[in-house]
Nanobody, 120 residues
Framework: QVQLVESGGGLVQAGGSLRLSCVAS????????WNWYRQAPGKQRELVAT???????NFTDSVKGRFTISRDSAKNTVYLQMNSLKPEDTAVYYC??????????????WGQGTQVTVSS
C-alpha cells in the first residue's frame, strides 16, 4: 500500500511562490508516474504537472513557464515549485502516483490534498 502526504500549501499574494512537497511511503517503483492535480471550487480536478522515472515532465498550458516539478527518488518525494502565482491558481492540490503495468489493473494513489490560496 502506498500513502502520500502533501505539504507546503498556504496563502500567498499574487506573484509569490510556494513549493509543494509530496512524500510517499510504501513500495514505490521507478516506473511509477508522479502527478500533481488541482481542484478549484466548482471545477473538475485537472492535471497540472507530471514527472516520469526518466525525469521527463509535462505541464498544463496555464502553468507552463511558472511551475516546475522535480523528483527525489531516494526520498520518495516529489516537489512542485510554483512561481508567479495567480489568483486562478487557487485550488486544493493533490499528489498522485499512477502505476501502470501492462496486463495489470491500473492503480492510482492519492494524497489528502493541500490548499493553495492566491490573493490578488
Amino acid at each position: 500500500q502506498v500513502q502520500l502526504v502533501e505539504s507546503g500549501g498556504g496563502l500567498v499574494q499574487a506573484g509569490g511562490s510556494l513549493r509543494l512537497s509530496c512524500v510517499a511511503s510504501g513500495t514505490i517503483f521507478s516506473f511509477d508516474i508522479w502527478n500533481w492535480y488541482r481542484q478549484a471550487p466548482g471545477k473538475q480536478r485537472e492535471l497540472v504537472a507530471t514527472i516520469t522515472s526518466g525525469g521527463n515532465s509535462n505541464f498544463t498550458d496555464s502553468v507552463k513557464g511558472r511551475f516546475t516539478i522535480s523528483r527525489d527518488s531516494a526520498k520518495n518525494t516529489v516537489y512542485l515549485q510554483m512561481n508567479s502565482l495567480k489568483p486562478e491558481d487557487t485550488a486544493v492540490y493533490y499528489c498522485n502516483i499512477a502505476r501502470r503495468v501492462p496486463g495489470l489493473t491500473p492503480l492510482d494513489y492519492w494524497g489528502q490534498g493541500t490548499q493553495v490560496t492566491v490573493s490578488s
